[in-house]
């Protein structure tokens, strides 16, 4: 995959969001007559696109019946020795972010907390949190591979 493309109502405020996750802007261009960029980082790339207009994104994380793209997700097994300490690390720039710029920044959202899910042969910690427009994403990272 080439990157995920992600449409957001304030690229500058989305741009600081990612860049705290640990993504870097790679290209900066238009798109029409519009603003974007690509950003990499935590093994993946992903396109911003500055919407004119916006309206606000559905609550696709609350609603069961939504169709469609549900969330990005980022892997920091390489990056974290355990979920909850990611988080907290996270939570803490945040929270200092917005206190230094709130026009910019606002305070980590955790819409799940991280919790474990066994998926084929793997443990895996995940969690959900809410980026500047709302949109869920996940932070997964693996615990243990299962011998079978």
Same mark, same amino acid.
């Given at each position: 995959?080439?990157?995920? @493309?992600?449409?957001?109502?304030? *690229?500058?405020?989305? *741009?600081?969001?990612?860049?705290?996750?640990?993504?870097?802007? @790679?290209?900066?261009?238009?798109?029409?007559?519009?603003?974007?960029?690509?950003?990499?980082?935590?093994?993946?790339?992903? +396109? #911003? %696109?500055?919407?004119?207009?916006?309206?606000?994104?559905?609550? %696709?994380?609350?609603?069961?019946?939504?169709?469609?793209?549900?969330?990005?997700?980022?892997?920091?097994?390489?990056?974290?020795?355990? #979920?909850?300490?990611?988080?907290?690390?996270?939570?803490? %720039?945040?929270?200092?972010?917005?206190?230094?710029?709130?026009?910019?920044?606002?305070?980590?959202?955790?819409?799940?907390?991280?919790?474990?899910?066994? *998926?084929?042969? @793997?443990?895996? +910690?995940?969690?959900?949190? @809410?980026?500047?427009?709302?949109?869920?994403?996940?932070?997964?990272?693996? #615990?243990?591979?299962?011998?079978?």
């Amino acid at each position: 995959m080439h990157h995920v @493309s992600i449409r957001t109502a304030d *690229i500058h405020r989305a *741009i600081a969001f990612y860049e705290q996750l640990g993504f870097n802007i @790679s290209e900066r261009f238009t798109t029409g007559y519009t603003l974007a960029c690509w950003m990499e980082g935590i093994g993946s790339r992903i +396109e #911003l %696109i500055q919407i004119p207009e916006p309206k606000p994104a559905p609550n %696709i994380f609350a609603d069961l019946h939504y169709v469609g793209y549900y969330h990005l997700s980022f892997d920091v097994t390489e990056y974290s020795i355990n #979920l909850s300490s990611y988080l907290n690390y996270l939570q803490d %720039i945040f929270i200092q972010k917005s206190q230094e710029n709130p026009e910019k920044f606002q305070p980590l959202v955790v819409m799940l907390g991280p919790t474990q899910q066994k *998926i084929g042969d @793997s443990i895996y +910690e995940v969690a959900f949190i @809410s980026d500047t427009d709302g949109l869920p994403v996940e932070i997964i990272r693996i #615990l243990t591979t299962l011998k079978c």
